[in-house]
């Protein structure tokens, strides 16, 4: 972990965290933002992130769009239709029983329509700055099972199993390094072991071939 904060520095930052830079980590923002980019590549997230905040940015504006609407401004993320759903019935729900907030507890942000673990807990840390969660998406998973950290099969399992495997300090960063690195470096097909920074730590656990 010592190794990659250190190597991620000279990437830039993954999406959702480069929104929350650019407005100071407004938690709305950075949940609709983690909503769109579920499977989808950052700079389509970023690019329909911008469309839509560029019409609405608050609870109670982008909730009063229609569907058709927001799936025009957020196309071509990917299940844009579906997307485009959980967004107006999430801004809904944030109005009705929030408050017009995005809620602080993780049992409370997953009561929003389309938001699991994942989506929650970047939430948490990002926008809510906590410390006590970790975000596993498919690039955690992948590569802390390549690494041989956890032996698991699915996200929600890497998630449980990471908590009693590293220390708390990374707990809050380990899904911006590794995301970082699985994007570039680590990657699902093809990941570029020859230059890996964490080659010598790594055995490579289900690698068939460098790329
Ligand atoms: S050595 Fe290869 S498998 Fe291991 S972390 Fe680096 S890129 Fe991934």
Redesign the pocket.
């Known amino acids: 972990m010592r190794t990659l904060d250190s190597m991620v520095e000279a990437y830039d930052l993954p999406v959702v965290e480069k929104i929350a830079e650019e407005h100071r980590a407004d938690p709305f923002r950075v949940l609709i933002a983690t909503l769109l980019s579920a499977r989808t590549q950052d700079a389509t997230t970023d690019a329909a992130s911008r469309r839509l905040f560029a019409r609405a940015r608050t609870p109670r504006t982008l909730g009063r769009l229609a569907v058709p609407e927001i799936e025009r401004l957020i196309y071509p993320v990917s299940f844009y239709r579906n997307k485009a759903r959980h967004v107006k019935a999430t801004c809904r729900l944030l109005q009705e029983r929030f408050n017009g907030r995005v809620p602080e507890t993780m049992d409370e942000l997953l009561l929003l329509p389309g938001v699991g673990r994942k989506t929650a807990n970047l939430v948490m840390i990002v926008a809510h700055r906590s410390q006590d969660n970790i975000c596993v998406d498919t690039h955690v998973h992948r ?1 802390v099972n ?2 041989g950290w956890v032996r698991t099969g699915a996200p929600d399992e890497t998630e449980q199993a990471l908590y009693r495997a590293i220390d708390r300090r990374w707990w809050s960063r380990i899904n911006l390094y590794l995301v970082t ?2 994007q570039r ?3 699902p097909i093809g ?3 020859h ?5 010598d ?5 289900g ?1 068939k071939k ?1 790329a």
């Open positions: 590569i390549r690494l690195w699985g470096v680590c990657r990941p570029k072991c230059i890996c920074a964490i080659r730590l790594c055995p490579r656990l690698v460098d």
